[in-house]
């Protein structure tokens, strides 16, 4: 079958149903007609990887919640999320919904990032990789793991319920004009088997000291629980109309537990890539963390660091600590000459770290203009602690906003 045709087939019934609507962002082809195999063995070993990590960025992101504001500060974090962050509400899960994105090289996974505070590839993960298999005929390795998510909703209300919260009043908010962060959001409301709403974030107001949704009659309901697709930092900056600091009010309610929020606050400091310096130099200190922990962060993790090491001896990777979607990160090679650089100027005044370079592993597509030869990039969500579902990406040696979604299958 011509891909054109097989395209239709595949993503015309998806954008019918409503659910995933984004096969085509910015007028380019997203999500790939083709499908990828993985083996068993690779994906239980990418499973493994997730967990252990996830354990030790746990630990870690926990005790730095409790830390000094010198700490904070040396790891990016604005002044306005201090106290909303200290005021962490559970050590044992810093975040509900991560994902870790890794290189598969020939030492093994590697992982170069992860993303705690507001991941997306959920749909694509969770949803569409299982029309995809039955499609093509093929094992789906994330079958059964939408499961995990209302698990994780499930369980994230309890907790706050058991520390004292109300939750009576349920919200999951993203932008609405934005169709893939608007979509992730409904989907997840849908699959969080919670009585919930979707409310666009300009609909959010602070009012009486309680964050509020502004109702068609112009009443302010009082939200209890929030699901934020919104990143942490851009909140910390916001500023109403007037100029009134409403972000930094709503973290102050945040703070005050007056609003519970998913992804929680510790959510951020995982989120931080200045954290995988801080655990890279405890590594190499060998300080703070057990033998176990030890092995997981030499087998999975690469040497990160607050200043340039690499320069002249090794290829690196220069990154804002708060850089999303490959925004802002610099390739460079031994000689200290650029190999591939992100444009988007956002991320460039953030503090940087610098990385071992880990080359992705190659990958040729069909697409739909032709064959396509590109870097493999592989995320892993980490739900409510545990190892669940993997999507795969297809784009350039940095992987961007626009790199292509490419369905997996299990052999």
Known sequence: MEYEKRRAELYGPLREEGIFTWDWMYGEEYALADIYQITAREREELAKATECLGRVFARTASIVCQGSSELLAELGIPKEAWQAIRGTVWEEVPTVIGRFDFAQTPEGW????????????????????????????????????????????????????????????????????????????????????????????????????????????GQHQTIDVLYRLH??????????????????????????????????????????????????????????????????????????????????????????????????????????????????????DQPMIYQRFAELSSITVETMKGAYKGSLLWGSFIIDGCASAIVARAGGKITGNLSYYVPTGLI
């Open 110 to 217: 590697k992982m170069l990032e992860l993303n705690s505070d507001t991941p997306t590839g959920i749909v694509e993960a969770f949803y569409v990789n299982e029309r995809a298999c039955r499609f093509f005929g093929m094992k789906n390795p994330n079958e059964g793991m939408e499961q995990d998510l209302t698990g994780a909703f499930q369980n994230a209300v309890a907790r706050y319920q058991k520390l004292g919260y109300s939750t009576d009043s349920i919200v999951f908010s993203a932008l609405d004009w934005h169709e893939e962060d608007a979509g992730t959001t409904k989907y997840l409301l849908r699959q969080s088997g919670l009585e919930a709403s979707f409310v666009a974030l300009k609909d959010l107001r602070v009012y009486d000291d309680r964050l509020c949704m502004l109702t068609a009659d």
């Open 231 to 348: 990143a942490l930092e851009k909140l910390a900056e916001e500023r109403d109309a007037d100029g009134y600091p409403t972000g930094a009010h709503v973290l102050d309610i945040i703070a005050r537990r007056r609003l519970a929020v998913i992804n929680p606050p510790s959510a951020f400091v995982a989120q931080t890539k200045a954290l995988q310096g801080l655990i890279w130099n405890l590594y190499e200190a060998g300080e703070f963390f057990t033998e176990e922990e030890r092995e997981t962060i030499g087998r999975y993790m690469l040497p990160t660091y607050f200043e340039n090491r690499f320069a002249g001896n090794e290829p690196y990777a220069v990154k804002p600590i708060f850089g999303r979607e490959g925004g802002g990160v610099t390739l460079y090679d031994v000689h200290n000459r650029i190999i591939e650089k992100d444009t988007e100027e956002f991320y460039w």
